[in-house]
């Protein structure tokens, strides 16, 4: 079982930063996997990236390399997803959601944070 918080969000102008917060309980770290999808108005929800907690490889959607950064705070049990250089594209819901698996491309989604809003003005 897996418990994600999320924290972060807002409105920000295109060009602009913002950083999302998943804390994540659980008693097994080993093999998970967390990540960050989205889902915009009418659009179907999108993989954007996610993180081996062990190891910390991560992996990313070619529409956000060189923009957005997945890191992890040990001590806190947290995963951040930093988003810079954001454009108008990147609105939408996004959700921390995590799984078990060796691979991140094969992770199911299994839990769930709450999701928060992404606004980004043109």
């Known amino acids: 079982q897996v418990q994600l918080v999320e924290s972060g969000g807002g409105l920000v102008q295109a060009g602009g930063s913002l950083r999302l917060s998943c804390a994540a309980s659980?008693?097994?770290?080993?093999?998970?996997?967390v990540g960050w999808l989205r889902q915009a108005p009418g659009k179907e929800r999108e993989f954007v990236g996610a993180?081996?907690?062990?190891?910390?490889?991560?992996s990313y959607a070619d529409s956000v390399k060189g923009r957005f950064t997945i890191a992890r705070d040990n001590a806190k049990d947290t995963v951040y997803l930093q988003m810079n250089s954001l454009k108008p594209e990147d609105t939408a819901v996004y959700y921390c959601a995590a799984g078990y698996s060796i691979l991140i491309a094969t992770t199911r989604w299994e839990y769930w944070g709450q999701g928060t809003q992404v606004t980004v003005s043109s």
């Open positions: 659980t008693r097994t770290f080993g093999r998970l996997v």
């Open positions: 993180m081996k907690w062990s190891g910390g490889s991560t």
